[in-house]
């Protein structure tokens, strides 16, 4: 397969969960070696991802209050650089990341493949949420920003995507995007063990360099960058631990021990590997 930031070929890795890793010979960038289509979407985002824990949640309602924090802690850093306005917020699952922007003063809607989080969504919390992915997206609204938080690592066609998320950005319009970070030491140092690689859920590996290099193609150029505050809860923590060491000895016996964590207990988030963009549309061509 070729990359799909550049086109450039690519070189196998290693195998993951019985899926090969590539890495592009050019720019780097690593991708799962899958050529799936709008059904992997429905497939991997059903009900057990949000439900059944492993690679997924536990209990995706039952952590509310983190992701709406974690909306506002977002709407709040965006304040030293844009003015609120209207935004779509790609991969919104129930929405709760987007309450916390429209709680703090943004007009947005969203969009997720799956149906029970998005009727969740549209008839509890009383937001504006269509079923869909990205690729297949079609609408005629535009929005000042467009916010792909943990998502565009999942795209199954980057390049689709991301064209529409362009065409659905309003001129000087902005994109906010976060994701995990392959050039990170946590990457480093755990190797093929990092927790990030997780195909066919996880398509796309990203450094900072090739993210950049990927907006600019769609004429988004950064502004600014960081490392995000991220928690996470027991449960979560627990059911993720199980999934990735479950089959080791030491796995099992750390499952065991896991019991004492209690599921509500609030963790920051241990590691580097998350990091931020925030990039700007441009009517500029830049050299």
Known sequence: MNCPICNSTSEYLFSKYDCSILSCQK??????????????????????????????????????????????????????????????????????????????????????????????????????????????????????????????????DLQKALATAAAMTNPNGYWLIETWNRESWTAKISGQNWHEYSPPSVLHWFSPKDLEQLAAQFGFYKIASGRPEKWINGAHVKSLLRYKLGRSAFGKLLSKMLVIIPDQLLIPYPAEDLFWMLFQKSTVIRG
């Not at 309602?61 to 650089?81: D, I, M, P, Q, V």
């Not at 029970?116 to 609408?139: I, P, W």
Request: glycine residues 12%; contains cysteine; hydrophobic residues 35%.
């Open 27 to 156: 720019c780097h960038h690593q991708f799962a070696d899958i050529l799936p289509d709008a059904n992997h979407t429905q497939t991997v985002y059903s009900d057990d991802y949000f439900n059944s824990g492993g690679a997924g949640y536990p209990d995706y309602l039952g952590e509310s209050k983190l992701l709406r924090s974690h909306g506002k802690r977002y709407a709040n850093l965006l304040k030293h650089y844009i003015d609120t306005g209207t935004m779509l917020d790609v991969g919104a699952a129930a929405g709760f990341i987007l309450q916390g922007f429209v709680e703090s003063g943004w007009q947005g809607c969203g969009i997720e493949p799956n149906q029970r989080m998005v009727n969740y969504g549209n008839q509890t919390l009383g937001l504006t949420l269509a079923v869909g992915s990205l690729e297949d997206f079609v609408s005629s609204d535009r929005y000042d920003l467009v916010s792909m938080i943990q998502v565009i690592s999942h795209f199954f």
